[in-house]
């Protein structure tokens, strides 16, 4: 009888066993997908920065050991010509035809004071062993130009022709440049006949596209620039200064080592068989000041420039303006603002596929505006700005400590870069307003202890990170009536102070608004967020701010493997499907149980004593 009890027992201990092991079970799922949750937080959040450190736009491919001596080389003789010039040119009243300058394997042929501007057609009969016009049509330039202050040299077409082509000859092992050097540079070309500055490999016949031996190019120093329609093509290497097309104040000192050496005599015949002399080397004037002291000034418009080292290239100017222009294919920066540029403006121009940003302007420019710009597709971002001091305390030059500003950013549109779309690094009443910022990996960016920066009524669609960061230290931001739409957060206000309001955010897939550290200054109100994601406006990793009259009746949190888990499993559901598959549990063991038992009759204990016998016999049988 107590064999028989033990197994009507089994089935349903095997049911409670097998409940509480599924029970348990759940209970591990739960935990392990709340910490997957958590890890692919903490996943997010290492490669946001690991994106924001390790995006420095495309590799440069020259040689930066060669290039650099060949640029401290460029230097040098520079700084020769100009201490040549100031014993040539001593006394004002006495004009001085041009001449040449031996400087090293090469000539320079130097372009003196004087009222007429020198043009292309004299250039020709200044060096008609140097600037020879190809069958192709096209001037072959083979000699460096210095045009001194006081001293012009326009390039235009001629009239009635379809442009002007003026090629620098650029080789393995000899590249020419145009500088002025305190003088002025017109390129003054037409719609219909364009001037056009590029360079040109003799060996390959072809413009020169490696920049490890040097490469030609043109550059302003002090005086001024004009250059109107005109293509600008394959120049420049390694620096700023002999990036291609670069107009700046001051130059650096240089010692002359190895600039006295005699030239070649081949390059030394080419050079004399022409009417300008050969300047002997003697006592050399040392001026006053080696470099002009005044700021470059330029206006640039309709210009073309594609696979430069540096598209335009901008230093210590007042009074820049490049308007309806087109940079590309740089294969560092479209356009730069390094050094003290102020009062300058950029207006309806296009930077788009160059190697790091479009649009830079570095620390110490001032004043400047992007107005109507594009950049798209740039290796790092598409307009950087950087208003930080340049030091931050005493320093060997005793520069000041101050913050750089009052510049705008408007009406542009800014896509498709590797890093952000417009980066602003400290800086002071800053206005960031009315631009298109799409698909990059952060829209807006502000850091760097920033002040007083306006953001408003931009429009920011699908970037990959977040729409508006605004982080470390920034002060006194306003994010205004943006209309925010895709990515992963809208805005983002991390240890830094920041007005967000009426903001329209829509599609976003994580929080419409993040506050993480001291967001004592920080004020959220009257935001208009929808979209798909954990939590609308997101305050948990942050201590103070203030939160209030936001809208997000259209926030719906995203419906992924771990919501539903988590809404599946609440303590009183898990109790019911506990008791459940109890039952459940316990019938199939009792099913499974009956199916491997043997058929017997309900009444086999319980017979007839007939069935023990034979029943009646006959005596007969019997004997």
Do not use: C
């Amino acid at each position: 009888m107590s064999g028989r009890q033990s197994g009507a027992k089994q089935p349903v201990v095997i049911g409670i066993a097998f409940g509480l092991f599924v029970g348990i079970l759940a209970s591990v799922v739960v935990v392990r997908v709340s910490l997957l949750g958590e890890h692919a937080a903490d996943t997010m959040a290492a490669s946001t920065a690991a994106a924001e450190t390790v995006a420095a736009g495309r590799a440069y491919p020259g040689d930066s050991r060669a290039e650099a001596a060949l640029v401290e080389a460029e230097s040098e003789r520079l700084s020769y010509v100009r201490r040549v010039s100031a014993s040539a040119v001593g006394d004002a009243t006495v004009a001085t035809p041009p001449y040449r300058v031996r400087t090293g394997t090469t000539y320079t042929l130097v372009l003196t004071p004087r009222e007429q501007p020198y043009s292309a057609p004299e250039l020709a009969a200044l060096a008609p062993g140097t600037f020879q016009r190809d069958p192709d049509g096209f001037f072959l330039l083979s000699e460096n130009i210095v045009v001194l202050g006081g001293a012009t040299l326009a390039l235009a077409p001629e009239e009635g022709s379809v442009g002007l082509d003026i090629r620098l000859a650029s080789d393995t092992d000899f590249f020419v440049s145009i500088v002025t050097s305190g003088g002025s540079l017109v390129v003054d070309g037409t719609e219909t006949a364009p001037v056009s500055l590029s360079s040109w490999s003799r060996s390959t016949g072809a413009p020169d596209t490696q920049t490890t031996d040097g490469r030609a190019y043109v550059r302003v120093i002090g005086g001024r620039a004009s250059v109107s329609h005109a293509d600008v093509s394959d120049l420049g290497f390694w620096s700023g200064n002999t990036g291609g097309l670069a107009l700046t104040g001051t130059d650096e000192a240089a010692t002359f080592d190895g600039l006295l050496d005699p030239a070649p005599d081949s390059v030394s015949a080419a050079a004399t068989a022409t009417g300008a002399p050969v300047l002997p080397p003697g006592p050399l004037v040392v001026p006053g000041s080696p470099t002009p002291d005044a700021l470059v000034t330029a206006g640039l418009d309709n210009l073309r420039v594609s696979g430069n080292a540096f598209g335009v290239f901008i230093a210590n100017a007042h009074g820049v303006l490049l308007r309806d222009s087109s940079i590309s294919d740089s294969l560092v920066d479209g356009v730069v603002f390094h050094r003290a540029v102020e009062n300058s403006s950029i207006v309806r121009t296009e930077s788009r596929d160059n190697g790091v940003d479009g649009f830079r302007a570095a620390r110490s420019s001032t004043d400047v505006a992007f107005t109507a710009v594009t950049a798209t597709g740039n290796g790092r971002d598409g307009l950087a700005l950087d208003g930080r001091p340049l030091a931050a305390g005493p320093s060997a030059t005793g520069t000041a400590v101050v913050d750089y500003g009052d510049s705008t950013i408007a009406r542009g549109e800014f896509s498709h870069n590797g890093r952000y779309g417009i980066a602003v690094s400290g800086g002071s009443d800053l206005s960031i307003r009315t631009n298109e910022v799409a698909a990059n990996l952060g829209g807006i960016v502000v850091d760097g202890d920033a002040s007083d920066v306006t953001i408003s009524d931009n429009r920011l669609t699908d970037q990959v990170r977040q729409s508006i960061a605004i982080r470390d230290g920034v002060r006194a931001a306003s994010v205004v009536d943006n209309s925010i739409a895709g990515g992963d957060t809208a805005v983002y206000v991390r240890n830094a102070g920041a007005t967000v309001e009426r903001n329209t955010v829509s599609r976003v897939s994580n929080h419409g608004v993040t506050l993480v550290g001291d967001a004592g200054d920080v004020t959220v109100t009257a935001n208009v967020v929808a979209g798909f994601g954990s939590i609308p406006i997101f305050t948990e990793d942050s201590e103070g701010g203030t939160v209030a009259h936001n809208d997000t009746a259209d926030w719906h949190p995203a419906i992924t493997v771990a919501t539903v888990v988590n809404a599946v499993f609440q303590p009183l559901t898990i109790v019911w499907i506990l008791l459940a598959l109890v039952v459940v549990g316990t019938a199939l063991a009792t099913r499974a149980s009956r199916s491997t038992a043997t058929i017997r009759h309900p009444y086999a204990d319980r017979v007839p004593i007939s069935a023990f016998t034979r029943g009646f016999v006959s005596r007969e049988s019997m004997k």
